[in-house]
T-cell receptor
Framework: KAGVTQTPRYLIKTRGQQVTLSCSPI?????VSWYQQTPGQGLQFLFE???????NKGNFPGRFSGRQFSNSRSEMNVSTLELGDSALYLC???????????????FGSGTRLTVV | AQKITQTQPGMFVQEKEAVTLDCTYD???????LFWYKQPSSGEMIFLIY??????QNATEGRYSLNFQKARKSANLVISASQLGDSAMYFC???????????FGKGTSLLVTP
């Protein structure tokens, strides 16, 4: 059974550029969420999609956006990159659409973004 | 306010010994789930164990067990018989029934020595 696939694994971008990261969830998982991990702030929730709808968004500026396609694959986009956007971006997929359950979240290996 | 608190930035344990990683949480929800994840240097978050707020028994998964003390809002991870491959960052996380996100603690770095 394939896990959560994130591409690319590594990215180097210049300030001011924009970037798109991709996440393919486990087959059958319709919920995809994104997290940013930095040494200073730790793991922070970006947004969550279920059946192509954004259900919740974390406290990030509008430069961070995302979408989910009909096959549940998700992309997140960061425009006008800043040095502080350098981070590990993790995607997680879940079988359970809402509420609390043992299914939990399966994470991908992440995309490590470096902004120079 | 911080919902998940992990007070141990770093821990050392000798191979084959048991170790407890602390986690306290804060929520007003009655329904919530608590998770522990392991993150090796490769970056992937690996699910270890889950405890639901209504579960009466402490969760166990192989060498991992969760010491759940609901009244104290504590969900400590116990790793028995530590192995060198257990060296990694460990994160405690909570999802409230009213939310869609996992709230993570700052993590504990565990180093297992021979």
């Amino acid at each position: 059974k394939a896990g959560v696939t994130q591409t690319p694994r590594y990215l180097i971008k210049t300030r001011g550029q924009q970037v798109t990261l991709s996440c393919s969830p486990i087959s059958g998982h319709r919920s995809v969420s994104w997290y940013q991990q930095t040494p200073g702030q730790g793991l922070q929730f970006l947004f969550e999609y279920f059946s192509e709808t954004q259900r919740n968004k974390g406290n990030f500026p509008g430069r961070f956006s995302g979408r989910q396609f009909s096959n549940s694959r998700s992309e997140m986009n960061v425009s006008t990159l800043e040095l502080g956007d350098s981070a590990l971006y993790l995607c997680a997929s879940s079988l359970a659409p809402q509420g609390v359950s043992v299914y939990g979240y399966t994470f991908g290996s992440g995309t490590r973004l470096t902004v120079v | 306010a911080q919902k998940i608190t992990q007070t141990q930035p770093g821990m050392f344990v000798q191979e084959k010994e048991a170790v407890t990683l602390d986690c306290t949480y804060d929520t007003s929800d009655q329904s919530y789930g608590l998770f522990w994840y392991k993150q090796p240097s490769s970056g992937e978050m690996i699910f270890l164990i889950y405890q639901g707020s209504y579960d009466e028994q402490n969760a166990t998964e192989g060498r991992y067990s969760l010491n759940f003390q609901k009244a104290r809002k504590s969900a400590n991870l116990v790793i028995s018989a530590s192995q060198l491959g257990d060296s990694a960052m460990y994160f405690c996380a909570m999802r409230e029934a009213s939310g869609y996100a996992l709230n993570f603690g700052k993590g504990t770095s565990l180093l297992v020595t021979p």
